[in-house]
């Protein structure tokens, strides 16, 4: 019997390295493109939540001046100026007191997922903080609120701010 030699032609081996180094590739930049999806999510829930935590900020300073106005007491009463830290269940801003405290700024999260301050540190840190600035201007007529949010997030901090205004209607 005699012996046919194959005359298909198959792929050298360089081929194949230029093949699996293509593909690689391919997968390296797909790997990549779902870590940064991945982190900006990340950012995008953290930046949202920083959103409303300063909304509520400025909400809350805004329920005390109509407090004060439904009271008949003077608009701004327990509105100074200076730094403050307040919660949901508080009718009157806290100063904000880093000698005494120095983590009054942390917000917490309680058991039904709400966030407070806690300067005790029992509660569970949720990574956020809020404080405060209330200055009053146009010869007491008119206060500026600003809203400082921060957050840590993969080794970076970043901020959030929100600057509202707040006025005697009179």
């Known amino acids: 019997m005699i012996k046919k030699k194959s005359r298909r032609k198959a792929f050298t081996l360089i081929e194949v390295i230029t093949v699996l180094f293509v593909v690689s590739v391919?997968?390296?930049?797909?790997?990549?493109?779902?870590?940064?999806?991945?982190?900006?999510?990340?950012?995008?829930?953290?930046?949202?939540?920083?959103?409303?935590l300063a909304q509520e900020g400025a909400e809350m300073i805004?329920?005390?001046?109509?407090?004060?106005?439904?009271?008949?007491?003077?608009?701004?009463?327990?509105?100074?100026?200076?730094?403050?830290?307040?919660?949901?269940?508080?009718?009157?801003p806290h100063a904000y007191n880093p000698s005494v405290v120095p983590d009054q700024k942390i917000l917490r999260l309680d058991n039904n997922g709400f966030y407070f301050h806690d300067p005790t540190g029992n509660a569970t840190s949720s990574g956020f903080t809020r404080a405060i600035a209330?200055?009053?201007?146009?010869n007491g007529e008119a206060m500026m609120i600003r809203v400082d949010i921060s957050w840590l997030d993969h080794g970076r901090t970043y901020y959030y701010e929100l600057v509202t205004y707040l006025y005697d209607w009179k």
């Open 62 to 92: 805004r329920g005390v001046r109509d407090s004060n106005w439904l009271a008949g007491r003077a608009w701004n009463a327990n509105l100074g100026n200076g730094q403050y830290y307040m919660d949901y269940t508080d009718s009157a």
């Open 134 to 138: 209330l200055g009053a201007f146009n």
């Open 26 to 52: 391919a997968l390296v930049g797909v790997m990549s493109l779902v870590v940064q999806s991945l982190n900006s999510q990340t950012y995008n829930k953290s930046n949202l939540i920083a959103y409303h």
